[in-house]
């Protein structure tokens, strides 16, 4: 385990706020949050507090060129209609299906 803390990966999971993490990581998560959900929505401010909490020009790109890759990746096999392969096994899974379908669905 990188972190040492094997609940962080479903803590974040199931949503970063609530998770105990370093302003840093917080601050990248509501960026990246921001980027994936409402990408027309970032301005100079979300960029200005990355750098507030310590983060260089470098590191802002490499977030975001990861968030919008990893955005791309995934729209792309949604789009596709790819599923997880069958050798998969439900505790490999930082989320249940079941969890993870229900976070796919759109809000009503």
């Given at each position: 385990m990188l972190t040492g803390d094997a609940g962080l990966p479903r803590a974040l999971a199931r949503g970063h706020r609530e998770a105990d993490l370093e302003v840093e990581d917080r601050a990248m998560l509501d960026y990246a949050v921001k980027l994936t959900l409402t990408p027309w929505e970032v301005f100079?401010?979300?960029?200005?507090?990355?750098?507030?909490?310590?983060?260089?020009?470098?590191?802002?790109?490499?977030?975001?060129?990861?968030?919008?890759?990893?955005?791309?990746?995934?729209?792309?096999?949604?789009?596709?209609?790819?599923?997880?392969?069958?050798?998969?096994?439900?505790e490999d899974y930082t989320l249940t299906r079941t969890e993870f379908e229900e976070q796919r669905r759109p809000s009503e």
């Open positions: 100079d401010g979300d960029v200005e507090r990355l750098r507030e909490v310590g983060f260089n020009h470098a590191a802002i790109l490499d977030i975001c060129q990861v968030v919008s890759y990893f955005n791309y990746v995934n729209r792309m096999a949604d789009g596709l209609g790819v599923e997880l392969e069958d050798r998969w096994r439900e």
